[in-house]
């Protein structure tokens, strides 16, 4: 039988533990690349390399090592369930709806407020199967340690004590560190992510499992890594320069994506609810 200061003590370890998961497979992957990129560029070994370490990751998270006798609890911690094809399907719908405006969002926030943004390598220095295999790599990475540590083991044991929505916020609560240290922590950076974590949280809420927002996360830091990112330098200041159409088309990008994701994460709870 265990207290309420043994059950915050548990929630408090799950989120450190969310955290430092999250934040030491980027750390891994940022020194692979880092060696790798230096001594041979044209040689992506980091890649295999973390695909590796993600897989030994993902079979002890999943209870497929370690100890057998907490096997079963780190299994339902995870929650890494397989959804039936119609839930699944519609949580990537949902999912990439929300990113088609939630980029334009990004777009809008750094025209008003200059964020710090994130620090890219010079991708026109390296062969493009390079490029593709890093971009990849990133993307599955971060998407992976996140939906694991903070949508698995963390949100899973918020929601019976908290219920879904509270849940929800905490856990993007708990995250905005972690994106703060490499963004910064302006009020539309915090405003952005907070959609994002509270998106990507609401898809592991409803279809109670990890597996579709891994799918999603993993779109939306491939489209941030290839097509949002790397020209953020280029765009207009719009409290400088003022508002072009380029800005209005993105602000009408936010509204229709966000409505449309909006249809597709109401349809996608009918269908769990039923």
Request: glycine share 10%.
């Amino acid at each position: 039988m265990t207290g309420p200061a043994d059950r915050v003590g548990t929630l408090v370890t799950l989120g450190v533990f969310a955290f430092v998961l999250s934040t030491v497979a980027g750390g891994v992957w940022s020194a692979l690349l880092i060696t790798n990129l230096r001594a041979t560029p044209t040689f992506p070994w980091s890649v295999a390399v973390m695909a590796v370490l993600l897989w030994v990751a993902w079979q002890y998270l999943n209870g497929s090592r370690g100890d057998p006798r907490k096997a079963a609890r780190r299994r339902d911690r995870l929650r890494a369930t397989q959804p039936t094809v119609p839930v699944f399907a519609w949580a990537v719908v949902a999912g990439s709806l929300a990113i088609v405006g939630l980029t334009g969002l990004w777009i809008v926030l750094w025209q008003i407020a200059r964020g710090r943004g994130n620090t890219l390598p010079d991708f026109s220095r390296y062969p493009l199967v390079v490029v593709v295999l890093v971009i990849g790599m990133a993307s599955l990475t971060a998407a992976v340690a996140e939906e694991s540590g903070f949508r698995g083991y963390f949100q899973s044991a918020l929601e019976p004590r908290l219920g879904g929505p509270l849940a929800i916020l905490v856990t993007a609560l708990v995250m905005l560190p972690a994106h703060g240290v490499t963004q910064g922590f302006a009020l539309t950076t915090v405003f952005f992510y907070m959609c994002v974590d509270g998106m990507l949280g609401a898809i592991a809420y409803i279809t109670r499992s990890i597996l579709p927002g891994i799918v999603v996360h993993f779109i939306g830091l491939v489209a941030f890594f290839a097509i949002i990112w790397p020209f953020d330098a280029t765009r207009r200041f719009v409290a400088q320069d003022g508002p072009d159409a380029w800005f209005w088309l993105h602000v009408v990008q936010v509204a229709v994506g966000g409505v449309l994701a909006g249809l597709a994460f109401r349809q996608l709870a009918r269908m769990t609810a039923s």
